[in-house]
């Protein structure tokens, strides 16, 4: 049966295949899992991982690599503290020059290289795999700091009226930027295009005058450095007013091409380590990396300077170069850049500004008649914005900021490179963090440099790397330790050489036997190598190991582990012992296949003292109830049970009094307690007076006479204290009873004999009522009785007229 066999050679795994029985180690813990083979491969491979360097610090069947664990782990597992390998990293600072503090009305002129803005200048971090360093860098931003500006301006047709404007534009803004600083140089140049077609016309006649009509213009050019940068404004105004228009045929211009020259050419423009401003100034787009090719130009732009005689003279041999291109250049030269362009044209540069670190975006009036307030403006909000930037890092390398701005703001990620609104005088600090992962394959020795855009000053961090350890210094060479001196001897262990293999670099890989080997792994004879728990290595069983670096597997054969014993409640030797070769060894107290068995009967303690409420057997600190209707962990509950009262009323009734349902079978069933009499209730035990549980009871008797006592165990003894007299209720007194009935008939009568009055005069008020109603709605009839004759008889007097 073919088998896998892995070896561990100087860190590498090598995989031999033959009649060797092989498997891969569980996956554990980061530094377990490395499988690391020597103390430098150990601690590259996290923070937290250290070496064993005790010589008898492994155990039987433990493999080189189990010397690499996490320090709690090697500490748990016995390794003197001065026997492990933990190096740590550390910072030096080695230039630590203060930021300037100086007024721009200070007497004392400082040239630029004497004026610092950035602290510390240069440190050293000595770097441990997965373990960071971080250090403070302080940025502040000097006042009367030099500056120095180089306007380069689009000259072709379009751009006519703008060039009248710029023509004093030397002294008036000289003007300006003393208020910002005392030294200040200004430079001037020109771009048109490519002076190939399709970009101009190659007519002989539009080659000396590219216009048309009566306009007099220049040649066509690519770019032309026509003032390198002076102190003298006057200088630039003559100069600029001696230049004229040209023109080209298509809209964008080949600005680029002069954007490049005026980065890389720092010897022809001029440039001093300082602020360093490029006002880019055009009213049409630009040319960029491709473009060339309609011009038959495919060479790409080499980004080196070719300057003659202030001209540009490889336009029409290199192409445009691309935005990458430039944003490396003019990080590289640190020039902030000023885009001075027209209103159209504003939304083209302002993407392109999103492109260019440190660059600012203007809108240039029509005759560039604002180009002043707009370089000033520029300038301010340039210059109020520190940006970090860093080299490129060595692989495996990583670096973090963390930014304390103006009004401590704290900025984190890509935020926490930069700084807005910051003030001539303003100090900020950012604290970095450098990280590696692994050592560089290449030296021990790197070096990164941090800056601000757009400034010239940096700062050099120096990146030393732990590799190995301290103790690998003081290795023995071909050591007799290793097996007649196969390998090195460093850190505790064998570290072999070349062809050898083995814990002590015992074996050579080619000429040992496998079948002879194999033997020595076999447990009994058996069939089993290692007890399929580990690996055969030149004749010695090496262990896997486990997810959990807590289990190992350990014994000559691997035939031992510390996790595979008797659990109970989920807990390995539950929880009270230790797994000793698959054998639970119990603490003190408990006993058992896995330690559940405590020996401690404290738990099975009723509240009246006794084991088990006397009602069952304390078996492992549990109580086994032998009386079937008590359960609980102490035998104490008795659902079904009436009570202790009305379990013992009967007994209590008939020894006391004679009486009740047990009267005749009280000698029988009711002498398991002793009887204790007290002349009244206040005589019997209270429950504060006892150091064992008491219940009170009041019960009746078939006669409702009250009987009161206690019941209690002391000393497995039960104990019934009864009062002796029965608390009966008084007979009945008949007098007051017979009064009381009569007394109530007669008021029974009365109130009957009112209740009939009152309903008669109600009934005879209703009645009369009635009569009166009836009689005021009576109508009487008037007609005359025909027979009757009237007793008055009226005599008229003939005679008389009515005087």
């Not at 088998?3 to 813990?29: H, N, T």
């Not at 050591?479 to 262990?493: D, K, M, V």
Request: glycine share 8%; hydrophobic share 30%; proline share 4%.
């Amino acid at each position: 049966m073919l088998a896998k066999r892995f070896f561990f050679l100087q860190g590498e795994v090598m995989s031999w295949c033959g009649a060797w029985s092989c498997s891969v180690p569980d996956s554990g813990s980061i530094c377990i899992k490395a499988n690391a083979q020597s103390c430098g491969e150990c601690i590259q491979v996290a923070e937290s991982c250290g070496w064993c360097s005790d010589e008898k610090f492994l155990s039987s069947g433990e493999s080189k690599s189990a010397r690499c664990d996490d320090l709690q782990s090697l500490k748990d597992r016995q390794c003197p503290e001065d026997k492990i390998e933990n190096p740590r990293g550390a910072i030096v600072i080695d230039k630590d020059t203060p930021v300037t503090n100086r007024k721009k009305d200070s007497k004392e002129k400082l040239k630029p290289e004497e004026i610092t803005q950035i602290q510390p200048q240069k440190l050293t971090l000595t770097l441990r795999s997965g373990e960071p360093q971080t250090f403070s860098l302080k940025f502040k931003r000097a006042e009367d700091y030099p500056i120095d500006l180089y306007y380069l301006m689009d000259l072709s047709f379009s751009m006519k009226d703008d060039l009248e404007n710029v023509k004093n534009l030397g002294t008036d803004l000289m003007a300006e930027m003393e208020k910002i600083t005392t030294d200040f140089r200004i430079g001037f140049g020109s771009f048109v295009e490519k002076t190939v077609m399709p970009y101009i016309s190659t007519t002989p006649a539009r080659l000396i005058n590219p216009c048309t009509g009566n306009q007099n213009c220049t040649s066509p050019f690519s770019y032309k450095n026509v003032l390198k940068l002076t102190d003298k404004g006057d200088e630039f105004n003559r100069l600029v007013s001696q230049q004229q228009i040209s023109g080209n045929l298509d809209s964008p211009e080949g600005g680029f091409d002069a954007i490049m020259q005026v980065a890389v050419c720092e010897e022809q423009i001029g440039w001093r380590n300082v602020t360093r401003l490029l006002v880019f100034s055009t009213d049409a787009g630009f040319h960029f990396a491709g473009d060339g090719k309609l011009g038959g130009i495919v060479l790409p732009n080499d980004g080196k300077c070719h300057l003659e005689n202030n001209m540009y003279t490889m336009s029409h041999y290199y192409d445009y170069p691309s935005i990458a291109h430039l944003v490396q250049k003019l990080s590289d030269h640190n020039i902030q850049t000023i885009f001075a362009v027209t209103d159209d044209f504003q939304p083209v540069y302002k993407e392109l500004q999103n492109l260019i670190p440190k660059s600012a975006v203007g809108t240039l009036s029509s005759n560039s008649s604002n180009v002043i307030k707009l370089i000033i403006d520029a300038y301010n909000s340039l210059s109020s914005e520190v940006i970090l930037e860093n080299s490129r890092l060595p692989e495996g390398l990583s670096i973090t900021y963390k930014s304390i701005c103006k009004n401590g703001v704290e900025g984190t990620g890509e935020n926490g490179r930069k700084c807005s609104n910051i003030s001539i005088g303003d100090e900020v600090s950012f604290q970095i963090s450098v990280e590696s992962q692994k050592c560089p394959s290449h030296g021990k020795s790197e070096v990164i440099k941090i800056k601000p855009l757009g400034f010239t000053e940096e700062v050099e961090v120096v990146l030393k790397f732990i590799c190995d350890c301290e103790c690998s210094a003081e290795g023995e060479l071909n050591s007799q330790r290793c097996h007649e001196g196969n390998g090195t001897f460093e850190c505790g262990a064998c570290k072999c050489n070349a062809g050898r293999i083995g814990r002590l670099c015992e074996c050579s890989k080619d000429e040992v036997r496998t079948e002879d080997l194999d033997a020595n792994c076999r447990k009994d004879n058996g069939t089993d190598i290692c007890s399929n728990n580990g690996d055969c290595v030149c004749g010695t069983c090496e262990c896997k190991k486990r997810e959990n670096p807590k289990e190992v597997y350990s014994g000559t054969y691997c035939e031992c582990d510390n996790f595979n014993c008797d659990r109970s409640n989920n807990k390995l030797c539950g929880g009270h012992g230790v797994c000793e070769c698959r054998k639970c060894i119990c603490d003190a107290n408990y006993t058992g296949s896995a330690c559940d068995c405590s020996l401690d009967h404290s738990t099975c303690l009723a509240k009246n003292g006794q084991i088990c409420n006397g009602r069952g057997t304390c078996e492992c600190g549990i109580c086994k109830c032998t009386d079937a209707k008590f359960q609980g962990p102490t035998c104490e509950l008795c659902p079904t049970c009436p009570g202790v009262c009305a379990e013992h009323k009967d007994c209590v009734q008939c020894r006391a009094f004679d009486a009740g349902e047990k009267k005749e079978t009280c000698e029988r069933d009711c002498s398991y307690f002793q009887l204790i009499t007290v002349k009244d209730s206040s005589k019997l035990p209270q429950p504060t007076d006892q150091i064992f549980p008491l219940t009170h009871c009041k019960e009746r008797d078939a006669n409702d006479c009250w009987f009161y006592f206690t019941y209690a165990i002391r000393n497995s003894t039960k104990e019934v204290y009864v009062v002796e007299k029965l608390e009966c209720p008084p007979g009945p007194d008949i007098i007051p009873i017979v009064a009381g009935v009569v007394a109530g008939i007669v008021l029974i009568g009365l109130a009957l004999l009112l209740i009939w009055k009152l309903l008669m005069i109600i009934h005879d008020r209703r009645e009369f009522a009635k009569f009166e109603k009836e009689k005021m709605n009576a109508k009487w009839d008037t007609g005359e009785n025909p027979i009757y004759k009237s007793a008055v008889t009226t005599v008229v007097n003939p005679k008389y007229e009515g005087k």
